[in-house]
C-alpha cells in the first residue's frame, strides 16, 4: 500500500464548474499536507499548505483536512482551463522535513 | 537567487558514465532536498540537507548515489556508473522554514 494515495484519473471537469481532488495517506503521525500543481514538462509548483483540520481557502482554491479519516482534498471554484495540469498531494513529519507525494491526479477543464 | 536554479537542463549519459547535477537553491534558505520523478509518478525523496549537514540520505536509492553541500549553499547529486533505471527527473528544493518548498526546474537524465 502506498503511503499517499491519489486516483490518478483523468479527471474532467467543465468549465466554471468545481474541481475535487483527494488523497488519503497511511501514516497517523503526519502534520503537514501540502497540493502542488505540475504542468506537463515542468516542476511542481506549490499552491496550498494546511496543517489543522477543517478548511483553508485561498482565493478559488480550498483545502480541507480530516486527521481521523486520513483524507485531504482540494477543491477549485470556477475552474479555468488553464487550471488543467497534474495535482500533487504530498505529506510530511512536520517541520522542515521530507515530503511523501502521491502520483498526482490529472485535472482536464473542459472548455 | 530569484529561484531554485538546477544545471545541466537535460543530460544523456551513456551507460557506465558518472554525472554531476547542480542545484544552486533561493538565497538564504538553509534547507535543500533532492528528489527523483519518474516519468507519470509523484517525486521521490532522495536526500536533505540543513546548511551542509545532509540530515537524511535514506531515498539514496544504492551507493552509486552521492551528494553534497560543502559551503551550505550550492549542492551536487553524483551518480556513478549510471544505469538505465536512472532516467529520470532529479529535481532540487529549497525552503527557509516551514510552509512547503520550491522546487527547480530539474534536470532530465537520460542512460543510453
Known sequence: QKEVEQNSGPLSVPEGAIASLNCTYSDRGSQSF????????????????????????DGRFTAQLNKASQYVSLLIRDSQPSDSATYLCAVGAGGNEKLTFGTGTRLTIIP | GAGVSQSPRY?????????????????????????????????????????????????????????????????????????????????CASSFGSGGYTFGSGTRLTVV
Open chain 1, 34 to 57: 501540502f497540493w502542488y500543481r505540475q504542468y506537463s514538462g515542468k516542476s511542481p509548483e506549490l499552491i496550498m499548505f494546511i496543517y489543522s483540520n477543517g478548511d483553508k481557502e
Open chain 2, 11 to 91: 543530460k544523456v549519459a551513456k551507460r557506465g558514465q558518472d554525472v554531476a547535477l547542480r542545484c544552486d537553491p533561493i538565497s538564504g534558505h538553509v534547507s535543500l532536498f533532492w528528489y527523483q520523478q519518474a516519468l507519470g509518478q509523484g517525486p521521490e525523496f532522495l536526500t536533505y540537507f540543513q546548511n551542509e549537514a545532509q540530515l537524511d540520505k535514506s531515498g539514496l536509492p544504492s551507493d552509486r548515489f552521492f551528494a553534497e553541500r560543502p559551503e551550505g549553499s550550492v549542492s551536487t547529486l553524483k551518480i556513478q556508473r549510471t544505469q538505465q533505471e536512472d532516467s529520470a527527473v532529479y529535481l
